[in-house]
């Protein structure tokens, strides 16, 4: 057994803090106004359908000028908007029975396993994408974070979070005229977040010390209540550390490569540390992705001050480690040579009983290449009992990738599984499509939702409820997407035409396509226009329109990735693609959930088999959208003919004649298959055959993609807590 904390240790773990955050607050507002503040503290009303009404009502135009921080929100709003909404009954009705779900929810008794408030699910990440007002998300990866947070509280499971807080978060995007992307920051004040610093028996911050560089950086902890699952971020922002200490907090994958190290260090190391000073000691530490991968050693070195020797002690960290491996791409394995990782680490291999060699040896494919660079994805599949890659075709990728790690096994039978990935249905499904699913799959449908008998009663709905239902969400996106247009080609100083062929050419009748992920390479946004000729053909239909919605962030040091929409960009003195065509700035989580609400046609074109999962499609499913992806992460085990449409999966040699090829399909099928379907109305106005293959995607993909499926695999699989 492993060296738990003792039982009379004191559970420091930030919960009055919260209470008292919010209580504060409450103070600085009308009485009747008090409920606003303790919802505003636990980011469950983010997947309540009524709480964005909700806190919109106190002042739309402020609500949006905050992005949608509740704790701004109640702090920056005029008195007189804050007294008029004291006035208004039903609005304080509202917010008291908001208030009473979330007290009930915090209430229930927690799922009966293994795991417990003080020894619970740790999950580790880089990212957590809870919501838009806390920016310290890049993308798919924290997305997925977020959901499995979201979903553990579903579910009760004992689990809680841990990642770092970014005092500037993410990079902000502006695409000048060419299309080429620029970042920049806004800082990020904590203090202004719906978070509470949590504090010691002295009543002042909690803070751990983490071994870098040769010296102690100081961490202090916030917690965010995201439902029943606190969200533990650790924050270098405190007067003993050094203005570059500080930094390793400042940005999300930071540019300078030994911060960067860094922050996986302190998120590794620190995250144990702060768990144990708070009295919480994890059952199961799970590392979604390497970033976190030194937590397993930290384990392992408070076995052996227990009196474990390295060995028990390494064997017990394993035990209670589950690693995910999210991408095959080189950029998410990056390596380090032997400077940069003695640089940042110092001494800290000899506190868990190694030698610089045998440190290094556990993030190598090949223990005893001196050259091979330190990879934080080898440590973390040696130092977990479970690995899996998010997928069924990504856990076959990661096995062969990985196979150097375990040369005396085939590649079939290397012990990396797959779970997966899902989606939290409550956060990505437009209300209307809620409201719908509520009527026709009965009361308390969605925690049954990974029950393909659930999902039957689908059929029952009627064409024409669905068919309003597609066009209520179409239309709402089209009107974000328009306006968003608009305001950024006006921003680039574009010419009026062109600003207003977005005015003249999106509507909400249209065909709506959206292509929206991080822009990598590989993800081949260029295939929309290798052939200008072709997306010209399906953009000249004047009685059958298509429109594309395209957004997504590059990093900012990948120039490829950044130059990647400068081909969409260049068709804009072609009036159609002027009108038909927007690519929308600043992707974030906002954005990304009107556009999966809206598009009638998600795409996804990957080279494969470099997707490992993908989640986007899975929540344009849940609304009613159709998927033309390529036949690779989820998608290749979601398809069923049936139920969508799929390009080739195989890997090619020749990536110039694939990419011809794929392109070539895309179209056929867009031109042929797709469009001609949407616009095949039966006499009241209905497409019967497409809405027909919306109930068929809704019924295969809604019970198999949602994170409540995902996280019992995880519970049952992997953490084996029952």
């Not at 007002?133 to 499995?148: E, K, M, R, T």
């Not at 390793?248 to 190290?261: C, E, P, S």
């Not at 292509?515 to 295939?527: G, W």
């Not at 260049?570 to 038909?580: F, H, Q, T, V, Y």
Request: aromatic share 8%; glycine share 8%.
């Amino acid at each position: 057994m492993h060296q738990a904390l003792p039982a009379a240790s004191p559970l420091l773990d930030g919960r009055a803090d919260v209470v008292a955050a919010a209580g504060a607050l409450a103070e600085r507002l009308p009485a009747r106004l008090a409920p606003f503040a303790r919802i505003a503290y636990n980011y469950c009303w983010s997947w309540d359908p009524d709480a964005e009404d909700l806190f919109q009502a106190i002042d739309p135009q402020r609500w949006e000028l905050c992005n949608g921080n509740p704790i701004r929100l109640l702090t920056e709003t005029s008195s007189k908007a804050l007294q008029r909404a004291v006035g208004d009954d039903l609005l304080i009705g509202r917010a008291e029975a908001m208030l009473g779900r979330l007290t009930a929810e915090l209430a229930r008794p927690p799922m009966a396993s293994r795991a417990s408030e003080r020894h619970p699910v740790a999950f580790l990440c880089a990212e957590f994408g809870i919501h838009r007002s806390l920016p310290i998300y890049a993308g798919g990866l924290g997305v997925l974070a977020g959901d499995i947070l979201k979903e553990a509280s579903d579910l009760a499971l004992p689990m809680v979070g841990v990642g770092l807080l970014y005092r500037e978060g993410y990079f902000l995007q502006r695409t000048d005229a060419s299309g080429y992307q620029h970042e920049y920051w806004r800082p990020v004040d904590p203090e202004r977040l719906p978070a509470a610093l949590v504090l010691g028996p002295d009543g002042v911050p909690l803070t751990v010390p983490v071994p870098l560089r040769g010296r102690e950086v100081v961490v202090q902890v916030w917690r965010v209540e995201v439902g029943r699952t606190p969200l533990y971020l650790l924050d270098a922002e405190r007067p003993e550390n050094g203005r570059v200490d500080r930094w390793i907090t400042g940005r999300l994958y930071v540019a300078d490569r030994a911060i960067r190290l860094a922050q996986y260090a302190l998120l590794g190391i620190g995250s144990v540390r702060a768990l144990r000073a708070m009295g919480i000691d994890p059952c199961i530490i799970h590392l979604n992705e390497g970033h976190g991968g030194l937590a397993p050693l930290e384990l392992a070195r408070t076995e052996m001050l227990a009196g474990h020797d390295r060995s028990t002690a390494f064997a017990l960290a394993r035990e209670r480690t589950v690693f995910t491996t999210h991408t095959p791409v080189a950029a998410g394995n990056e390596g380090y040579d032997v400077s940069e990782v003695q640089s940042v680490l110092g001494e800290y291999p000899s506190q868990v009983g190694l030698d610089d060699a045998g440190f290094l040896q556990l993030g190598r494919t090949q223990p005893d290449n001196p050259h091979e660079p330190f990879v934080m994805t080898p440590l973390g599949i040696k130092m977990s009992r479970f690995a899996n890659g998010v997928s069924r075709r990504h856990g076959e990728v990661a096995r062969q990738m990985w196979r150097p790690l375990f040369p005396e096994r085939p590649a079939d039978t290397v012990p990396i599984s797959h779970v997966t990935n899902g989606v939290h249905l409550p956060t990505w499904m437009g209300t209307p499509m809620r409201r719908l699913l509520d009527r026709y799959l009965g009361e308390g449908w969605v925690g049954r939702a990974s029950d393909l008998t659930t999902w039957k009663a689908v059929e029952g709905i009627p064409d024409e409820e669905l068919w309003e239902v597609r066009n209520t969400q179409r239309a709402a996106l089209v009107e974000m997407a328009r306006d968003r247009t608009i305001a950024n080609r006006l921003d680039r100083s574009d010419p009026r035409e062109y600003v207003e062929a977005a005015e003249r050419g999106l509507t909400e009748h249209a065909l709506t396509i959206g292509f929206a992920r991080r822009l990598a390479t590989y993800k081949r946004l260029y295939l929309l226009y290798t052939d200008p000729e072709r997306i010209r053909d399906v953009l000249d239909g004047s009685t059958l329109p298509v429109q594309f919605l395209v957004a997504g962030k590059a990093h900012p040091s990948d120039e490829e990735g950044k130059r990647s929409p400068q081909g969409l960009f260049a068709l804009k003195n072609d009036p159609r693609s002027a009108e038909r065509i927007s690519f929308l700035d600043n992707y974030d989580l906002a954005i990304a959930l009107q556009m999966v609400g809206g598009c009638d046609l998600w795409i996804n074109l990957p080279r494969p088999p470099l997707e490992a999962s993908g989640t986007s499609g899975m929540k344009a499913a849940m609304n009613g959208g159709l998927n033309l992806s390529t036949l690779d992460g989820w998608w290749a085990e979601g398809f069923d003919i049936t139920n969508g449409w799929g390009l080739p999966g195989d890997v090619a040699f020749d990536t110039h004649v694939q990419d011809q090829r794929d392109a070539a399909i895309f179209f056929d099928v867009l031109q042929n298959e797709v469009v001609p379907l949407f616009y095949d109305r039966g006499a009241d106005g209905v497409p019967h055959g497409w809405i027909a293959m919306v109930k068929r995607s809704l019924m295969s993909i809604g019970p198999r993609f949602s994170a409540k499926r995902m996280l019992l695999d995880y519970v049952h699989e992997a953490y084996e807590l029952l």
